[in-house]
C-alpha cells in the first residue's frame, strides 16, 4: 500500500485547524500538529511530504519558516497573502528562498481563496473562454462575521476613526491584502506587463451595535471597509479589483457575492451567488492543493501556474 502523505501544520489557528480537521478526514493522508509558536520546531523540522504555514500576513514574518521547511526537505503551503506572488513584496527574498527549493527539490506555494483563487485562479480559468482580453473587472462582497479577532482588527474592523487612520499610518491596518499579488499572478499567466497598481481603502462605521463572531462592533467603531485596486498597464485600467467586506453585509444592503467580468470583443460575466465562503473556501483550497504543491516543479510556484485544486 502506498505510504500516506505526511501534512504538518504551523500556527495552530482558525485556518490550520480547520485544514487540518478536514484532511485528517481524508484517506491516504497524516497530519502532524497544528503546532502552535511553541512547537514550532515540530512542524517545521518534521520532514513531512508538506508543511502548512497558516500564520501571518506578511512574507517578512514567514521568511524563515519557509526556509527552515524547505531545509528538513519539505514542500510548503502558506496562507501568508503575500506569498502569493512574494515577488511583489521582497523579489531578494523570493529569488533566495526560490533558489533554495530548486537544490532541494521540493515546492513553495502561496494558497487560499484570496489571493489564490477569486482574484487570479478563476479569473484566469475564465480568460480561457475568450479570444482576447482587454481589462478585467472582478467584484468580491464577503461576509467578515465568520473571522477571528486578530485578523479582523489587522484587516480594519473594530476600529474607531482615530485608531483606523492611526493604523493605516503604522501599518497594523491593512485592509484585504493580496490584490496587487493576485493581479501580479494573472498578468504573468497573459503577458501583460503592470506599469502601477493604484490602491484605496475607505473604512465603513456600523450605525447600529454588530456582533461577529469573535468581536463585537459599537456604533462608530468600523464594521467593514471598501477596497478598490486598479493595475494600470499601457496608461489605461487594465485589471479593476472591489472588494468590500464587512460583519454585517445586509446592514449595507448588499449581500455576498463575486462576479468577474472580462471585457474585449467578446464580454464574459460570471457570477457567484451567493459568494465564495471564506472559511470553508479557504480551508478547502488549502487542503486540496496538498497534492498539487507535491507533484509541481521544485521552486516558489503560483496558482498561474499550477493545476487546479481538487478534493483528492
Ligand atoms: N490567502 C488566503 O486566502 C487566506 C485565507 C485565510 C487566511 N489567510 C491568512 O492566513 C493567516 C492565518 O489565518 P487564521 O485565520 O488561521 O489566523 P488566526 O486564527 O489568527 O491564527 C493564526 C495562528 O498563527 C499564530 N501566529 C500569528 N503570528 C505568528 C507568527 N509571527 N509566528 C508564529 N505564529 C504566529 C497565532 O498564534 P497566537 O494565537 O499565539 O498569536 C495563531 O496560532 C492570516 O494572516 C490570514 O490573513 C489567508
Do not use: K
Request: charged share 20%; hydrophobic share 45%.
Amino acid at each position: 500500500m502506498a505510504q500516506p502523505l505526511r501534512v504538518a501544520f504551523y500556527g495552530a489557528g482558525q485556518v490550520a485547524t480547520n485544514v487540518s480537521e478536514l484532511l485528517r478526514r481524508r484517506p491516504g493522508v497524516e497530519v502532524l500538529g497544528p503546532y502552535g509558536r511553541d512547537e514550532r520546531e515540530s512542524a517545521l523540522r518534521s520532514g513531512a511530504d508538506v508543511v502548512v504555514i497558516a500564520t501571518t500576513s506578511f512574507l517578512a514574518e514567514i521568511a524563515d519558516d519557509v526556509r527552515d521547511a524547505v531545509e528538513a526537505g519539505s514542500n510548503v503551503i502558506t496562507t501568508a497573502e503575500e506569498a502569493a506572488y512574494p515577488w511583489a513584496n521582497d523579489a531578494a527574498v523570493a529569488d533566495r528562498l526560490d533558489e533554495l527549493a530548486r537544490e532541494r527539490g521540493v515546492s513553495i506555494l502561496g494558497a487560499g481563496l484570496n489571493p489564490g483563487f477569486a482574484f487570479d485562479a478563476l479569473v484566469l480559468t475564465v480568460c480561457g473562454v475568450v479570444p482576447e482580453v482587454e481589462s478585467l473587472l472582478v467584484e468580491r462582497v464577503v461576509d467578515l462575521s465568520g473571522f477571528g479577532e486578530a485578523v479582523l482588527r489587522r484587516i480594519g474592523v473594530g476600529h474607531s476613526p482615530e485608531s483606523f487612520v492611526e493604523g493605516r499610518r503604522a501599518g497594523t491596518v491593512t485592509g484585504h491584502i493580496g490584490f496587487p499579488q493576485s493581479m501580479n499572478v494573472v498578468a504573468g499567466r497573459l503577458g501583460v506587463e503592470i506599469e502601477r497598481i493604484d490602491r484605496e481603502l475607505e473604512p465603513l462605521y456600523a450605525d447600529v451595535q454588530l456582533a461577529a463572531s469573535s468581536l463585537t462592533v459599537a456604533p462608530g467603531q468600523t464594521a467593514g471597509f471598501r477596497q478598490r485596486y486598479t493595475a494600470v498597464s499601457h496608461g489605461r485600467v487594465w485589471f479593476e479589483a472591489l472588494f468590500t467586506g464587512h460583519i454585517a453585509p445586509e446592514a449595507l444592503g448588499t449581500a455576498p457575492r463575486d462576479a468577474i467580468t472580462v471585457r474585449g470583443p467578446h464580454e464574459v460575466h460570471v457570477e457567484a451567488i451567493p459568494g465564495l465562503n471564506p472559511q470553508i473556501g479557504s480551508a478547502s483550497i488549502v487542503a486540496n492543493s496538498i497534492r498539487r504543491v507535491v507533484a509541481a516543479r521544485p521552486g516558489w510556484v503560483t496558482v498561474g501556474e499550477l493545476p487546479p485544486a481538487v478534493p483528492v
